[in-house]
């Protein structure tokens, strides 16, 4: 699944032991900080548009997480959801500035997709019955895919269920359940959209199982393709879709981070084990678990590696200017700060 909290993620990740920088492959990438709403202590980039902007959160001592995006390099402040718990996170942007993530209730543990009107945060609607909504992914034209879920009762224990769905942006107002298509039994998620309205859906045989995935779907006005599997895996996770490009991973029982091109052929990054995000060009980012549990993040184009992001630093995000991003720790606080990077 992606990442729920970006900003607590990248503190469970920085107190994992991290190697020295080093190196990059091909060209040395070095961090440029972006600024924070004033009075706020960290943040993460987790998002980018296609105009050389980017979004993500920003946390004042852990009370509360709030949208923000970057524009020229400054930062606008789109707070939190009127009516809706202190905290909201990203997990898209489109180049008109439009942002999608999640929220949490006032009160309890309900999570509520949201997108952005100007500068502020809306709820976007549910099906009768859901509970709970999260947005993934957002493309130019406006269309929203994400996934909602319910408790339901099976054999006397609870489970949630969830199913992916689509905001279109042709039907303001409306959500629809993708089913068209898709396995009529089990879990779906809608992990992304690509420029043409393609859905990236990850398929989930079981209704008592949310752990593991057995199948990708391409899916698009009704019709669905499945994506292969590679050879001696049963598992596979996707993260991204760019350009018909799909990124993610696949797993015989460890992770294998995985590409999938526009026409289903597979390419296994090296020494990938997980890829995040992919841009229009094919370029990837991820990270591999080292000795100790350490975490090295890592720029792909292709099967090659162009750079390591190493240190106290995470990656996020691939974006179609070519610039990663994501947080790293700066003088002299060495706090968490949302951060990019380009290839020098």
């Known amino acids: 699944m992606r990442f729920r909290y970006p900003v607590a993620v990248a503190l469970v990740l920085t107190a ?13 990438w070095t961090p440029t900080q972006l600024p924070l709403p004033a009075t706020f ?25 709030h949208v923000v995006r970057w524009v020229n390099g400054q930062v606008v402040d ?47 609607p549910i099906p009768a019955g859901a509970e709970d909504s999260y947005a993934n992914g957002i493309n130019d034209a406006g269309d929203i895919v994400g996934e909602v879920g319910n408790y339901v009762t099976i054999g006397g224990s609870q489970y949630f269920v969830r199913k992916a769905v689509l905001w279109p942006a042709s039907a303001p107002g409306t959500v629809v359940q993708l089913t068209a298509g898709l396995p009529s039994t089990g879990q779906t998620l809608g992990k992304g959209i690509d420029q043409d309205g393609t859905v990236l859906i990850q398929y989930y045989p079981t209704l008592t199982s949310s752990l593991n995935a057995t ?13 292969p599997t590679p050879v001696g895996n ?31 052929a597979i390419t296994n990054p090296v020494g990938a084990d997980l890829m995040l995000s992919i841009n229009r060009t094919g370029q990837t980012v991820g990270w591999k678990v080292g000795p100790s549990i350490s975490i090295t993040y890592w720029v792909w184009q292709g099967a090659a590696k162009v750079g390591t992001i190493s240190g106290q630093r995470g990656l996020y995000v691939s974006a179609d200017d070519g610039s990663v991003a994501g947080w790293s720790r700066f003088a002299p606080d060495n706090v968490i700060k949302p951060a990019y990077w380009r290839c020098q």
């Open 16 to 28: 994992i032991s991290v190697p020295a920088a080093s190196a990059a492959a091909t060209c040395t």
């Open 41 to 65: 202590t960290s943040g993460t980039v987790d998002a980018a548009d296609s105009q050389s902007g980017y979004a993500g959160s920003a946390s004042r001592n852990g009370e509360t997480t």
């Open 78 to 124: 789109y707070g939190t959801v009127p009516g809706y718990g202190p905290h909201a996170f990203v997990s898209g942007v489109n180049k008109f500035g439009t942002v999608v993530g999640h929220t949490n209730a006032a009160t309890g543990n309900t999570q509520r997709a949201f997108r952005s009107v100007g500068t502020k945060l809306e709820v976007l």
């Open 215 to 227: 199948a990708l779907y391409l899916w698009k006005a009704g019709t669905a393709r499945q994506l």
């Open 234 to 264: 049963t598992q596979v996770d996707g993260r991204a879709i760019s350009n018909g490009r799909v990124a993610g991973a696949s797993s015989p029982g460890g992770l294998i981070g995985t590409v999938w091109d526009q026409n289903g």
